[in-house]
């Protein structure tokens, strides 16, 4: 169901040992957790490691032949307390998830499992993104990682390293009985490239064995008084036993030379864009080779104190490449040397940015700051010619471009539910609206520019909580069927019904999790041979107690969606209103549907394709349908009419005909001038009959008020 | 901390030969699959790659960039980057032309080494389609900076060259990348990528090779030449065809840009109506220009009798429910809407019409007297309205429907003698009054009156919120006519009305003016 199949790429995850894998970083990790011999994956979709999901969820074949458990886990809270299968037994596991919004969740689970600890190595595959690559708030999972004393993995961003990662992280959590986070960029997570393949190997113990013997040992459980011991034996032993293993195993990478006057300490990750700067600045090459000494943190959490002291002997200052904030590493890293007494100096945020992505251009700022300010020039003299003054000037285009922020796609089933919320919002007056995570967030944007807040995933309603008590106008709260199955039905819809909200809650249920990639949930409406889908939203519903539901089954109704909406606005009715607006993403739809199509058509078989159209000459240029839609395939255009000043409307070939502009028009009362036209391909016998005859006295028509007019035709452009 | 300039040159280091591209597309152009092919282009043909993206905005219509990296495989593995530094691009693809700006605006695109391979079509965005009037952003300008910016340009509407081989875009851009020789790969070689991707093979080709064409003969490059626009052609019976001739000769007389004007306002007049509505319009622009001339219209481009003829014309061509059925049951409109969905001959096609009449609309449309008694009592008005006021949809393909339409097209015959003709004949011609009692008096003011026409367009509510802002501006124009700044003012005026969507601004611009007029008059 997923809206990209891996099912030709997966089939690289059988090769074995002395062959080269080539393709992404995702699909690296899942060869990499295979070669590990891992017994159970999981996790909970999100950008960037969705597709990491997809993956595993295209190769259930080759994991059930190794005897690996998938579990699509409901949250990711469920992941992380799936690890507990390697808390008693000698299994590994690993689960994947987005990191910060993703380990908030987990954290529950996450400090429990880390009491306790690990018997079988026990991995959390985080994806971080930074940057335009955020799709939320940035936030470190470097403080999880503190505060519940687990093992963070930042490795290079190259298929080498990461798979590496995967390996050494097993190995380090079995050493340390401590579980790991591996935490991946998104532009790792999608980066193309290659590594040298191992042999896939069946988990010495698989889950289903571990059924038939079940063990268990009150020394891992996480509750007092066995949690006061775990408390010290975190620090006294496992830290130690962690830092201990890191350096004899080299996790860490020492390159370039290892003298010098200055020496640069970086997380993993950022090794990539540190190189290409100091190629700029004629300090490295493209193959690696620094003329600057580089520590490199494939592990960033615990830090190798003895390690990082022997880096800075003899050096005046070293620069920390930590990206975001608060720059745990650095402080660390001063506290180290302040302790020790070293005369080095460490450095790191005010040549580089406080917080946000690190981007090329600000790490040569940085790095040219630094190695300048501590007296290194760089060795190529081409590098140091100077220039700004011989570059022609480029012309300032920022007044002109505009932005393009991302909004609904074309066709989407959740533009007409925010029109008509518009529509109501123009009729009755402005409502408190409280969103949520998912595609229906665009609402936010323009042209909808409806609801203010996103307190997390699942959390829409329940974030109304304090205005539920009612009032003037009845709050509004939008929630998505991912984030329904995820916490929301007991964290917003039975907190909502206990503390018998007076609001209106819209459940947008597009048949599965749309913004992450189309992954199944309970309610998925396709019929799954691994899951069991098909479950009704309004049965969970009114199974916690809520008396008024509505269910809508197409939202491009926009007069319903409306009418609805006004409805359960205005009812006397008590207790939370809960309308559920399903109708498919259209995205997804497409990718499927369309290729049948057009075999279809291909075949011979009566297929019917809708779009819509602009009758240009009707449409006046007011764009009123545009600030109720936002559909990307209506656009405009200028006509070849001297007496237009304004641009009309006009819908591109990428239109799906879903009907959102003919019922907007008719539901806001707009204009006449838009249409649908239905293509009937291979119609039957007597439609074409009917289309014959009807067509002929139409012309007949046509041709008479023609015979007694004048008619100005432009004249075909050729 | 202190700033730190760069003192160092970006000057290429050739030495290694690391190639640098990027891709900045609009999300669903499909650049993914042209990363894809890229890379496998590359390492093909002996090189090292990598590629790297951000997905997931893509999909959904924002601003994406993909970033490829490739150098010739010595054995050693390069450490390649994974995102694109400003000044270090060697290559950059734009899928459209305000994304190409914007790789200009953040320094991707470098006079010193970039050649930027860009489409130069638009997809609008949001922003610019919300504007009431015209918002869009103006390509020219960005076309004009790449030309600057770009080491070498290639930039052709790769969508037009697509759409002629019933193709995609991805192979256009393919195909100008490799036209422009900037990667060190022969044509055949990013040929063997489209076939292996094995859909659409030959109609991809087409593209690609179209493109490649253009890019390396650099057609396409330059601005499209102006074509001349044939007069449209006027067909009907000899008699009127006639007539029209002999009316049409009468604006000869006109001043040449209120000719032209004239011309396609006079179309649109006897197109909309009849040739006696025709005369009616002539007559007023013809008297207009008298009058322009003796306010001295010459020496400023007779820009009160262009004006007249545009906005009188649009006046007259009011929007009705006889216009729209007229249009819609009209051949040359059904030919429209084949070709839009694109139907082989075979397809049969089902239009729907999507109309929502309301009371307002009907009244409109009975004999003046008897919607005129209508609208003035609420009790009939709400009667008509609970009974009409729901949208219809109509198959107007189908003959019942279509004969419906086609009988209030016909309507047109007796349109002058309806309640809808006197409310726009009354409205017009004290707007018309109005400018031409300015015209003596301040020249710019009248015309600022004629230009306030613009306002009025849509129907229903969006035409009421046009006629409401048409009300504000000639408030406005009255407060500051006779002022030195009047001119200023109305530009103003017209500016906020075009902008916002609702009345907000225009109304807060007629409430300074109104604070600065009071103090004046107070004064």
Redesign the interface.
Same mark, same amino acid.
């Given at each position: 169901m997923a809206e990209r199949s891996f099912a030709r790429e997966v089939e690289q995850l059988r090769i074995g040992a002395g062959q080269e894998f080539r393709g992404e970083g995702i699909l690296a990790i899942t060869k990499a957790l295979l070669e590990c011999g891992v017994g159970y994956v999981g996790g909970y979709q999100g950008a960037p490691i969705s597709h990491l999901m997809d993956v595993l969820a295209d190769a259930q074949e080759i994991l059930s032949e190794l005897g690996v458990r998938f579990e699509a886990n409901a949250s990711e809270a469920a992941a992380t307390a799936m690890l507990a299968a390697s808390v008693h037994y000698p299994i590994r596991g690993a689960v994947a998830y987005k990191g910060p919004v993703g380990v908030n969740v987990a954290s529950d689970a996450l400090a429990n499992l880390a009491s306790g600890g690990v018997t079988g190595g026990a991995m959390m595959i985080v994806g971080e993104d930074y940057g335009e690559g955020s799709a939320i708030m940035q936030e470190r999972t470097h403080a999880f990682a503190m505060k519940s004393q687990v093992w963070l993995l930042d490795p290079r961003p190259n298929l080498r390293s990461m798979t590496k990662a995967v390996r050494d992280g097993f190995e380090l959590s079995e050493a340390t009985e401590t579980p790991v986070i591996l935490e991946l960029r998104i532009r790792a997570c999608h980066v193309h490239g290659a590594f040298e393949a191992r042999d896939n190997q069946r988990p010495p113990l698989s889950v289903k064995d571990a059924l038939s013997a079940p063990r268990r040992s009150t020394e891992r459980l996480a509750m007092p008084p066995f949690a006061f011991r775990h408390e010290q034996e975190k620090v006294s032993k496992r830290w130690p036993r962690a830092v201990e293993f890191i350096m004899e195993n080299g996790l860490n990478e020492f390159m370039g030379p290892k003298a010098g006057k200055v020496g640069l300490v970086l997380q993993g990750g950022m090794y990539n864009t540190v190189m290409r700067s100091l190629r700029r600045l004629g300090l490295a090459d493209l193959h690696g080779n620094s003329q600057i000494p580089l520590y490199v943190l494939n592990v960033t959490y615990p830090l190798a104190e003895a390690e990082f002291l022997s880096f800075c002997e003899g050096k005046d200052a070293v620069l920390v490449v930590e990206e975001g904030q608060p720059n745990y590493i650095e402080q660390a890293f001063g506290s180290m040397v302040h302790r020790k007494g070293l005369p080095t100096r460490v450095q790191g945020k005010g040549y580089l940015p406080m917080a946000g992505e690190y981007q090329p251009g600000e790490m040569l700022e940085a790095l040219s700051g630094f190695l300048a300010d501590h007296g290194v020039t760089p060795a190529d003299p081409r590098q140091r010619a100077p220039n700004d003054t011989q570059t022609p000037p480029v012309p300032d285009l920022s007044a002109t471009v505009p932005l393009r922020t991302p909004g609904f796609c074309v066709g989407c089933p959740e533009r007409p539910i925010f029109a008509a919320m518009k529509l109501v919002d123009q009729k009755i007056g402005p409502h408190q609206i409280a969103c949520d995570i998912g595609c229906h967030l665009f609402s936010i944007l323009p042209p909808f520019d409806l609801g203010g807040t996103t307190m997390g995933f699942g959390l829409g309603p329940a974030s109304n909580g304090a205005f539920d008590g009612g009032g003037e106008r009845r709050p509004i709260s939008i929630i998505g069927d991912g984030g329904f199955w995820h916490n929301g039905l007991a964290s917003s819809i039975g907190n909502a019904v206990l503390n018998q909200s007076d609001g209106v809650i819209v459940v947008v249920d597009n048949y599965y999790t749309a913004a992450t990639g189309g992954q199944d949930i309970l309610s998925s409406r396709a019929e799954h041979p691994t899951r069991n889908t098909n479950n009704s939203i309004a049965g969970a519903v009114k199974g916690v107690g809520v008396k008024w539901v509505r269910e809508i089954d197409r939202t491009y109704d926009v007069t319903k969606v409306r009418d609805t909406l006004t409805e359960a606005l205005t009812t006397p009715e008590t207790g939370p209103k809960v309308i559920i607006a399903s109708s498919e993403c259209m995205l997804n739809r497409q990718r499927r549907e369309k290729p049948l199509r057009h075999a279809a058509i291909g075949d011979g078989k009566r297929v019917v394709v809708p779009k819509f159209g602009v009758d240009e000459d009707v449409c006046t240029g007011d764009h009123a349908c545009m600030r109720l839609s936002g559909c990307p395939s209506l656009t405009m255009k200028t006509l070849d009419d001297p007496l237009r000043d304004d641009p009309v409307a006009s819908i591109d070939d990428g239109c799906v005909g879903c009907g959102n502009c003919g019922e907007v028009a008719d539901a806001a009362v707009l204009c006449p001038s838009f249409f649908q036209v239905d293509v009937v391909h291979n119609p039957g016998r007597f439609e074409r009959w009917y289309a014959r005859v009807s067509g002929r006295m139409i012309e007949a028509l046509q041709r008479r008020r023609a015979r007694k007019r004048l008619t100005f035709e432009k004249a075909e452009m050729a | @901390?202190?700033e730190?300039?760069?003192?160092?040159?970006?000057?290429r280091?050739d030495d290694?030969g690391?190639i640098t591209l990027a891709i900045l597309a609009?999300? $669903?152009q499909g650049c993914g699959q042209l990363t894809?092919w890229i890379?496998a282009i590359a390492e093909a043909n002996g090189y090292r790659?990598?590629?790297?993206?951000?997905? $997931?905005?893509a999909?959904?219509?924002?601003?994406t960039?993909y970033y490829i990296e490739m150098?010739p495989d010595?054995g050693?593995?390069?450490?390649?980057?994974?995102?694109?530094?400003?000044?270090?691009v060697d290559i950059v693809v734009a899928g459209e032309i @305000?994304?190409a700006?914007?790789g =200009?605006?953040r320094?991707f =695109?470098?006079?010193?080494r970039t050649t930027l391979v860009t489409s130069t079509h638009r997809?609008?965005?949001?922003?610019?389609?919300?504007?009431? /009037?015209?918002g869009?952003? &103006?390509s020219a300008? =960005?076309l004009?900076?790449l030309e600057?910016?770009a080491s070498h340009l290639v930039a052709m509407d790769m969508e037009r060259v697509a759409?002629d081989h019933d193709s995609h875009i991805t192979n256009c851009l393919l195909g100008a990348l490799a036209g422009s020789g900037a990667l060190p790969f022969e044509r055949a070689a990013f040929e063997a990528a489209i076939r292996a991707s094995g859909r659409g093979v030959e109609a991809a080709l087409r593209a690609f090779s179209d493109a490649y064409e253009r890019a390396q003969s650099g057609i396409g490059t330059e601005a499209p030449a102006v074509?001349e626009?044939?007069e449209? &052609?006027?067909?009907?019976?000899e008699r009127?065809?006639a007539e029209?001739a002999a009316l049409e000769a009468r604006l000869d007389a006109l001043p040449d840009p209120a000719r032209? @004007?004239a011309g396609?306002?006079l179309?649109?007049v006897?197109?909309y109506q009849?040739?006696r509505y025709g005369a009616l319009y002539a007559d007023c622009v013809l008297r207009g220009a008298e009058a322009d001339r003796a306010a001295g219209g010459e020496a400023r481009g007779w820009a009160y009798s262009t004006a007249l003829a545009?906005h009188l014309?649009?006046a007259l061509c009011y &929007?009705d429910i006889i216009?729209?059925a007229d249009?819609?049951?009209? /051949?040359?409109?059904?030919a429209r809407?084949r070709d839009?969905?694109?139907?082989?001959g075979?397809?049969?096609?089902?239009?729907?019409?999507? @109309?929502?009449p309301?009371a307002e609309e009907i009244c409109g449309l009975l004999p003046a007297r008897l919607g005129r008694r209508i609208e003035a009592s609420p009790r009939l008005f709400g009667m008509l309205d609970r009974m009409v006021n729901r949208?219809r949809?109509l198959r107007? /393909?189908?003959?019942p429907a279509?004969?419906l339409l086609?009988g209030l097209?016909?309507l047109r015959r007796v349109r002058r003698k309806l309640w809808r003709d006197r409310v726009e004949s009354a409205h017009r011609e004290a707007w018309l009054a109005l400018a031409e009692a300015r015209l003596p008096r301040d020249y710019a003011m009248a015309v600022a009156t004629l230009d306030a026409r613009?306002l009025i367009?849509?129907?229903?509510?969006?035409h009421g919120r /046009?006629l409401s802002k048409f009300d504000v501006v000639l408030d406005g124009l009255a407060l500051v006519e006779g002022r030195a700044d009047a001119a200023d003012w109305a530009r103003r005026l017209m500016e906020s009305a075009?902008t916002s969507?609702d009345l907000s601004a225009v109304e807060g611009t007629l409430a300074t003016i109104r604070s600065f007029a009071g103090e004046k008059e107070t004064a």
């Amino acid at each position: 169901m997923a809206e990209r199949s891996f099912a030709r790429e997966v089939e690289q995850l059988r090769i074995g040992a002395g062959q080269e894998f080539r393709g992404e970083g995702i699909l690296a990790i899942t060869k990499a957790l295979l070669e590990c011999g891992v017994g159970y994956v999981g996790g909970y979709q999100g950008a960037p490691i969705s597709h990491l999901m997809d993956v595993l969820a295209d190769a259930q074949e080759i994991l059930s032949e190794l005897g690996v458990r998938f579990e699509a886990n409901a949250s990711e809270a469920a992941a992380t307390a799936m690890l507990a299968a390697s808390v008693h037994y000698p299994i590994r596991g690993a689960v994947a998830y987005k990191g910060p919004v993703g380990v908030n969740v987990a954290s529950d689970a996450l400090a429990n499992l880390a009491s306790g600890g690990v018997t079988g190595g026990a991995m959390m595959i985080v994806g971080e993104d930074y940057g335009e690559g955020s799709a939320i708030m940035q936030e470190r999972t470097h403080a999880f990682a503190m505060k519940s004393q687990v093992w963070l993995l930042d490795p290079r961003p190259n298929l080498r390293s990461m798979t590496k990662a995967v390996r050494d992280g097993f190995e380090l959590s079995e050493a340390t009985e401590t579980p790991v986070i591996l935490e991946l960029r998104i532009r790792a997570c999608h980066v193309h490239g290659a590594f040298e393949a191992r042999d896939n190997q069946r988990p010495p113990l698989s889950v289903k064995d571990a059924l038939s013997a079940p063990r268990r040992s009150t020394e891992r459980l996480a509750m007092p008084p066995f949690a006061f011991r775990h408390e010290q034996e975190k620090v006294s032993k496992r830290w130690p036993r962690a830092v201990e293993f890191i350096m004899e195993n080299g996790l860490n990478e020492f390159m370039g030379p290892k003298a010098g006057k200055v020496g640069l300490v970086l997380q993993g990750g950022m090794y990539n864009t540190v190189m290409r700067s100091l190629r700029r600045l004629g300090l490295a090459d493209l193959h690696g080779n620094s003329q600057i000494p580089l520590y490199v943190l494939n592990v960033t959490y615990p830090l190798a104190e003895a390690e990082f002291l022997s880096f800075c002997e003899g050096k005046d200052a070293v620069l920390v490449v930590e990206e975001g904030q608060p720059n745990y590493i650095e402080q660390a890293f001063g506290s180290m040397v302040h302790r020790k007494g070293l005369p080095t100096r460490v450095q790191g945020k005010g040549y580089l940015p406080m917080a946000g992505e690190y981007q090329p251009g600000e790490m040569l700022e940085a790095l040219s700051g630094f190695l300048a300010d501590h007296g290194v020039t760089p060795a190529d003299p081409r590098q140091r010619a100077p220039n700004d003054t011989q570059t022609p000037p480029v012309p300032d285009l920022s007044a002109t471009v505009p932005l393009r922020t991302p909004g609904f796609c074309v066709g989407c089933p959740e533009r007409p539910i925010f029109a008509a919320m518009k529509l109501v919002d123009q009729k009755i007056g402005p409502h408190q609206i409280a969103c949520d995570i998912g595609c229906h967030l665009f609402s936010i944007l323009p042209p909808f520019d409806l609801g203010g807040t996103t307190m997390g995933f699942g959390l829409g309603p329940a974030s109304n909580g304090a205005f539920d008590g009612g009032g003037e106008r009845r709050p509004i709260s939008i929630i998505g069927d991912g984030g329904f199955w995820h916490n929301g039905l007991a964290s917003s819809i039975g907190n909502a019904v206990l503390n018998q909200s007076d609001g209106v809650i819209v459940v947008v249920d597009n048949y599965y999790t749309a913004a992450t990639g189309g992954q199944d949930i309970l309610s998925s409406r396709a019929e799954h041979p691994t899951r069991n889908t098909n479950n009704s939203i309004a049965g969970a519903v009114k199974g916690v107690g809520v008396k008024w539901v509505r269910e809508i089954d197409r939202t491009y109704d926009v007069t319903k969606v409306r009418d609805t909406l006004t409805e359960a606005l205005t009812t006397p009715e008590t207790g939370p209103k809960v309308i559920i607006a399903s109708s498919e993403c259209m995205l997804n739809r497409q990718r499927r549907e369309k290729p049948l199509r057009h075999a279809a058509i291909g075949d011979g078989k009566r297929v019917v394709v809708p779009k819509f159209g602009v009758d240009e000459d009707v449409c006046t240029g007011d764009h009123a349908c545009m600030r109720l839609s936002g559909c990307p395939s209506l656009t405009m255009k200028t006509l070849d009419d001297p007496l237009r000043d304004d641009p009309v409307a006009s819908i591109d070939d990428g239109c799906v005909g879903c009907g959102n502009c003919g019922e907007v028009a008719d539901a806001a009362v707009l204009c006449p001038s838009f249409f649908q036209v239905d293509v009937v391909h291979n119609p039957g016998r007597f439609e074409r009959w009917y289309a014959r005859v009807s067509g002929r006295m139409i012309e007949a028509l046509q041709r008479r008020r023609a015979r007694k007019r004048l008619t100005f035709e432009k004249a075909e452009m050729a | @901390m202190s700033e730190h300039p760069r003192d160092f040159t970006p000057a290429r280091s050739d030495d290694d030969g690391l190639i640098t591209l990027a891709i900045l597309a609009v999300g $669903g152009q499909g650049c993914g699959q042209l990363t894809d092919w890229i890379v496998a282009i590359a390492e093909a043909n002996g090189y090292r790659a990598q590629s790297s993206s951000v997905p $997931g905005v893509a999909q959904r219509t924002g601003a994406t960039i993909y970033y490829i990296e490739m150098a010739p495989d010595t054995g050693a593995e390069p450490v390649f980057s994974l995102m694109p530094a400003p000044g270090e691009v060697d290559i950059v693809v734009a899928g459209e032309i @305000m994304e190409a700006g914007r790789g =200009v605006e953040r320094g991707f =695109v470098t006079p010193l080494r970039t050649t930027l391979v860009t489409s130069t079509h638009r997809v609008l965005t949001l922003s610019e389609k919300l504007v009431p /009037g015209d918002g869009r952003a &103006d390509s020219a300008v =960005v076309l004009a900076a790449l030309e600057q910016a770009a080491s070498h340009l290639v930039a052709m509407d790769m969508e037009r060259v697509a759409a002629d081989h019933d193709s995609h875009i991805t192979n256009c851009l393919l195909g100008a990348l490799a036209g422009s020789g900037a990667l060190p790969f022969e044509r055949a070689a990013f040929e063997a990528a489209i076939r292996a991707s094995g859909r659409g093979v030959e109609a991809a080709l087409r593209a690609f090779s179209d493109a490649y064409e253009r890019a390396q003969s650099g057609i396409g490059t330059e601005a499209p030449a102006v074509t001349e626009t044939p007069e449209p &052609d006027v067909a009907g019976p000899e008699r009127l065809r006639a007539e029209w001739a002999a009316l049409e000769a009468r604006l000869d007389a006109l001043p040449d840009p209120a000719r032209a @004007m004239a011309g396609a306002g006079l179309r649109k007049v006897v197109d909309y109506q009849d040739l006696r509505y025709g005369a009616l319009y002539a007559d007023c622009v013809l008297r207009g220009a008298e009058a322009d001339r003796a306010a001295g219209g010459e020496a400023r481009g007779w820009a009160y009798s262009t004006a007249l003829a545009k906005h009188l014309a649009n006046a007259l061509c009011y &929007d009705d429910i006889i216009r729209v059925a007229d249009l819609k049951t009209r /051949g040359a409109r059904f030919a429209r809407v084949r070709d839009h969905a694109k139907a082989g001959g075979e397809a049969v096609l089902a239009v729907t019409e999507y @109309m929502h009449p309301r009371a307002e609309e009907i009244c409109g449309l009975l004999p003046a007297r008897l919607g005129r008694r209508i609208e003035a009592s609420p009790r009939l008005f709400g009667m008509l309205d609970r009974m009409v006021n729901r949208g219809r949809r109509l198959r107007s /393909g189908r003959l019942p429907a279509f004969v419906l339409l086609y009988g209030l097209g016909g309507l047109r015959r007796v349109r002058r003698k309806l309640w809808r003709d006197r409310v726009e004949s009354a409205h017009r011609e004290a707007w018309l009054a109005l400018a031409e009692a300015r015209l003596p008096r301040d020249y710019a003011m009248a015309v600022a009156t004629l230009d306030a026409r613009r306002l009025i367009k849509g129907y229903s509510d969006t035409h009421g919120r /046009g006629l409401s802002k048409f009300d504000v501006v000639l408030d406005g124009l009255a407060l500051v006519e006779g002022r030195a700044d009047a001119a200023d003012w109305a530009r103003r005026l017209m500016e906020s009305a075009l902008t916002s969507p609702d009345l907000s601004a225009v109304e807060g611009t007629l409430a300074t003016i109104r604070s600065f007029a009071g103090e004046k008059e107070t004064a």
